[in-house]
């Protein structure tokens, strides 16, 4: 429409005034004013001398004469509202209930991919909170990116070495007696987690005692026997000891199984698993080859530097004196890696925002290393979540696990369905599953309505409310439609032309309307925020109309089937939108 009416305007200008206009400046209408599409007749007075509201009326004429989709028009000082015909609405919405995956873009054959990392954990401890809120994110902008029409391949890099996994292995070696998740019940992840926090127990006693004999509190932490045993550890597994690696690959076996749960409940996925095992040493041939074409410099002691402070950065080590590699080095090396393994045209990083310096070293050493990609990478930076009981830490055990809290939702909806008394005629199973739709539902839409990049404080008692901008009361309305739909004992498939419409049926064909352009806006925001509240706009429009007009009870054949064309499409927008949210939707609620 807005192709439509801006040559329209452009031609109107030059017809009226004799002046060539470059753009044309479009709002939304003001909902206290009729219309549909605003024109901003302020922009035009530095080509046309003379009143605005003349400007606009003169204007409004000519497009009411000459562009078939407008119905009528009205000037508010300088702002020009016009009403679209009804015919356009219907016509439009016509094409839209008869398209298939509406919204959705094929990717064209031989079109480069987008490469979207998230996940990332350390296999010395369960997922969390924190995790989750990176996983829901990761995923939701894969699957929009995909649905805006690029092929997407999606990533984790697994943190399977260094001290933190030897604390956990040497815990369970000193205190597991042999434990196996099989032995004890419980999931890999957790059992491993556990040891993790017992060697922080047994290392804050042995740094108690050293104090006592004298020592600060900075020899203690240096001196005490189990981190210089986690340290000799390491050493041999960097070696290759057989008796250590066998121990590594026997416990990271254990993480994997548990993560592989907690992604299926979560209901996440990957394409492709990098393990840091294997990726730590890349990176050291690019920098001795940047070494060698002055991008980086070596320091007295040998250790190999780059100096960004041109950049507004600082100077950042790439390679230790010891000439042993350090993060960036790793993440130069898995980048180059990733752009061999695939043909990307993006590489999108989903990482806390305590990592926003790293990422801009990171691709502004990859960009002066020479790489053109290195333009085409992207930190989806996103802040911490919060709960009312305060901050987590791994190492003492006070984190909120993910397989926790996903139960804990499950729970929390149960006991909030059970209260409003809606489910008669269910089977247990059926409440069960409903229960869990629900509770996941209600966790990841307040997380993902949230912009990425603020912080969030997660309460689950909230998250459930059945009104409000919460997933429950979008699901709700959800399955508000299936049941008029299920009641609808009429052929609703025919096409309708020969209807006035209401005003609530232009304002929810206008929000149908929105449902491609938000896809390709969050896409390129990387942010599943626009498309949560996107739909939850799209049900505060659908619910007024129901609340407004009739639809199965409507006299009018044509307008009931219209209505109820209506509120098909609002269902299948809903049930897509959630969808790229990796929220299900339930059939009855």
Known sequence: MQNILESAVKKGLKHIYNVAIETVEFQATRKDFEGDITIVIFAFLRFIKGNPAEIGTKLGNYLKENVEEIADFNVVKGFLNLVISDAYFISNFNTVFSTENYGFVTPNKGDKAVMVEYSSPNTNKPLHLGHIRNNLLGYSVAEIIKAS?????KTQIINDRGIHICKSMLAWQRFGNGETPESTGLKGDKLVGNYYVKFDQEYKKEIG?????GKTEDEAKKEAPLLLEAQEMLIKWEAGDAEVVDLWKTMNEWVYTGFNETYKELGVDFDKNYYESNTYLLGKDVV????????FYKKEDGSV????????LDEK?????????????????TAIERFKDFDLDELVYTVGNEQDYHFKVLFLILDKLGFDWAKHLYHLSYGMVDLPSGKMKSREGTVVDADDLMI????????ISQELGKLEGYSEEEKEELYKTIGLGALKYFILKVDPKKRILFN?????????????????TYARIQSILRKADFDFSVEINAISLDGKERELIKQILLFPETIQNAAKNHSPALIANYTFDLVKVYNSFYQTVPIL???NEQEKIFRTQLSAKVGNVIKSAFMLLGINVPERM
Do not use: H
């Open 149 to 153: 029409g690029k092929k997407v391949y």
């Open 209 to 213: 005692k050293l104090i006592a004999e």
């Open 288 to 295: 001795a080859d940047g070494l060698e074409r002055g991008v």
């Open 305 to 312: 530097w780059i100096d960004l402070t041109e950049d507004g």
């Open 317 to 333: 080590i790439v390679l230790r004196a010891d000439g042993t590699a350090v993060y960036m080095t790793q993440d130069i090396g």
């Open 408 to 415: 804990e939702m499950t729970n929390t909806a149960r006991e």
């Open 460 to 476: 689950p008692e909230e998250s459930v409310d059945f009104n409000g901008n919460t997933g429950p009361f979008i699901q709700y």
């Open 553 to 555: 009870g409507c006299e």
